[in-house]
């Protein structure tokens, strides 16, 4: 044996030694109690994911033992910084326990992290795994997260639950949208998410902001800005306004002034007692630029995105939440799947909307390239109305019956996905009219056949609609 062999052998056992000694410093430091996890460390194998790299120089102890495969399944992330793991994302939709406890050596992961190490020694590790065993123990008797339309969903109740706290907004300036979850760090665009869940009776809202959104792009990075009524330029000065009594000119005081005093625009009579000649009854704005004079600017909005201008009057807002766990959602998550929202069965061969987004954005794309028309009809069913004429079970059986008139007038090659309260339909190779006429058909059946009147809102959306309502359906 070589000279560094020999001290590389004698720096494992080393090693070694110091994690046995912290597990057996963390037994014994353990309450004596009948826990669940009071005993993992000793009688559980735990699987931890941790990059290739890292793996190779972390410790083992117990029956703790380092996986490098994503998709494999584990119990424990360790990660030094989000760049060993790559697009974070990426590895939660790939990973084969999204929800399993993370601990990190930077502050890269932010609330995500369960725990971050400043010192990544033997001991430390054995007390930072030591501490996240009631979060281990909590999640082992949920159901394993499936891939699928329920993943995110069941990975937002499951970070509530394992982590007992509520999913809270926080700002976010280096996104579009201003605010963001960081306790679902990796999850693409988690607000339509919770809402689905809010709206199913899983998650309760508690109110956190209402943003203005810019109208060009939906960014929320927007800043308000007193403009000039005509040219929208912010170059506005501010000055007394003047009343000249004899001849009831009003204008601003900068217009009246002269080297000799106030002097009138308009009939040139010199003004010299204020409160008998003239006075100042309030104040009046004038652009720099285009010299327009004003009694109040506009107020709007200018985008840090996409530089486009939002009047103040037609600024749509967006309301943010708290989210908390409401005991419908923990059955949920124990069940493993979450219940169908409203009255879709999840039977129907429907997109997601993520799903239905994708496809018809590309086919969209499609056709303008060739020159085809395309259009998006969207039912929207008055289930407020319904519910309280026939009750709330009523109003589910009715409109599932309808849901399933409807479709029956869709070609195989229309995609549609189902909405809380109807259903959105991708029509290729129909133009806005043909679309209309095939809102029309599904109402004339919908009467024939559904024995009590339903109120149905129908729109077509084509072009730069369609993107819109996209926009609009995803959140995002």
Request: with cysteine; charged share 25%.
């Amino acid at each position: 044996m070589s000279k560094s062999e020999a001290v590389n052998a004698y720096a494992i056992y080393e090693t070694q030694d110091a994690v046995q000694g912290a597990v057996t410093a963390a037994n014994s430091a353990r309450p004596k109690d009948s826990s669940a996890h009071a005993k993992i460390l000793d009688d559980a194998k735990i699987l931890c994911f941790a990059p290739e790299r890292l793996a190779a120089s972390l410790p083992t102890f117990g029956r703790l033992r380092f996986v490098t495969d994503r998709a494999s399944h584990f119990d424990l992330i360790i990660a030094e910084t989000e760049d060993d793991i790559g697009d974070f994302e990426t590895f939660v939709a790939q990973s084969g326990n999204p929800a399993a406890p993370l601990i990190a050596f930077s502050q890269d992961f932010g609330e995500r992290a369960d725990f971050v190490l400043k010192d990544p020694s033997p001991n430390a590790l054995v007390s930072a795994i030591t501490s996240l065993l009631p979060i281990y123990a909590r999640l082992v008797e949920l159901p394993a997260i499936p891939r699928g339309v329920d993943r995110n969903g069941l990975l937002a109740l499951s970070l509530a639950y394992t982590r007992e706290r509520k999913i809270g907004a926080e700002w976010r300036p280096e996104h579009a949208e201003a605010i963001g979850y960081p306790l679902l760090r990796g999850m693409d665009n988690p607000r339509p998410v919770l809402e689905r869940l809010a709206d199913a009776g899983l998650l309760e809202r508690q109110f956190c902001q209402r943003l203005h959104l810019c109208r060009h792009c939906n960014s929320s990075r927007i800043f308000a800005r007193e403009v000039c009524i005509s040219c929208r330029s912010s170059n506005l000065t501010e000055s007394a306004l003047v009343h000249h009594y004899a001849c009831g000119t009003q204008a601003s005081q900068t217009d009246f002034e002269q080297r000799e005093g106030y002097v009138c625009p308009k009939c040139n009579k010199k003004l010299r007692h204020y409160g008998v000649d003239y006075d100042k009854p309030g104040a009046v704005f004038s652009c720099g630029c285009c010299g327009a004079s004003m009694a109040e600017p506009d107020v709007g909005f200018t985008c840090s995105g996409c530089g486009g201008y939002t009047c103040g009057e037609e600024s749509e807002t967006r309301d943010w939440y708290h989210y908390s766990l409401l005991p419908d959602g923990l059955a949920a998550l124990r069940a493993g799947k979450l219940p169908r929202t409203g009255f879709d069965d999840g039977q129907s061969g429907r997109l997601s909307l993520r799903d239905f987004k994708l496809i018809t954005q590309s086919r969209l794309r499609d056709m303008r390239r060739h020159g085809r028309p395309m259009s998006v009809l969207k039912l929207d069913f008055d289930t407020a109305d319904l519910e309280e004429r026939i009750g709330r079970r009523g109003m589910l059986n009715v409109c599932a019956f309808a849901l399933e008139i409807a479709v029956q007038d869709f070609h195989e090659s229309d995609v549609t996905t189902s909405l809380p309260r109807g259903l959105a339909v991708c029509l290729a190779d129909t133009d806005a009219a043909g679309a209309a006429d095939v809102g029309e058909g599904i109402m004339a059946k919908l009467r024939a056949a559904v024995g009590v009147t339903m109120n149905i809102d129908t729109k077509v959306f084509e072009g730069e609609q369609i993107d819109g309502l996209l926009k609009e359906l995803c959140g995002c």
